[in-house]
Each structure stands twice: as C-alpha cells, then as structure tokens.
C-alpha cells in the first residue's frame, strides 16, 4: 500500500471529505477526522503532523496563539462544509508552496 506524505494525506481528505468520513457535515467533522489521522501518526498527541502549518495559519489569519482547528472554526466554520474545506485546502496549499525550502513535508 502506498504511503502518502502528511500533505497529501491532509489534502486528499480536505478535496474529499466524504470518501474519508461519510458521516462529516461540517468542518469541525473534517478537522475532527485530520486530528485522528495526525495522532495515528503521531501518537500520543499528533505533534509532528504537518510541521509549521498551525504558526503559519495563525500568522495569515492574524490569530492569537490558540489551537489551528479553533482558529479554523472561527474563521471558516459558518460556510458550508465544501466551501470551507476548500478554503482550509487553499491555506494548506499556500503554506506549502511558501515553505518548501525551509523544512521538509513528511
């Protein structure tokens, strides 16, 4: 079986939550399921899970120093759930494509 980056994990379920959790309706559901997804990497607490993208979301949203997923919620939890996650999906792009060269994506 393949093994995807934590990138391309993040942004195969934020393209298509559905397929991951036919269940979600709203993007707290989604970032309830990326949160698993980081602990089942990263036990105990998912650390290490996509590495510098909470500090940038805080940085582009200009949010004080709380949770990414909280920050997330207040940001983009009223919209639609497709809606929201492309947007979550649009921040995780443009942090990537900001940070390549600083540090490595597992």
Sequence with gaps: ???FSDFELARLI???PSIFFGEARTLRD???L???VAVGRYPLHGNGFLPGFGE???RRLKAPP???SITLLNEFGDKPMVEACQAVLGLLEEWKA???HE???R
């Design 98 to 100: 900001s940070d390549t």
């Design 66 to 68: 709380i949770n990414e």
């Design 1 to 3: 079986m393949e093994e």
């Design 30 to 32: 989604v970032l309830a």
């Design 34 to 36: 990326l949160h698993g």
């Design 103 to 105: 540090q490595p994506h």
């Design 14 to 16: 934020l393209r298509r």
């Design 56 to 58: 940038f979301i805080r």
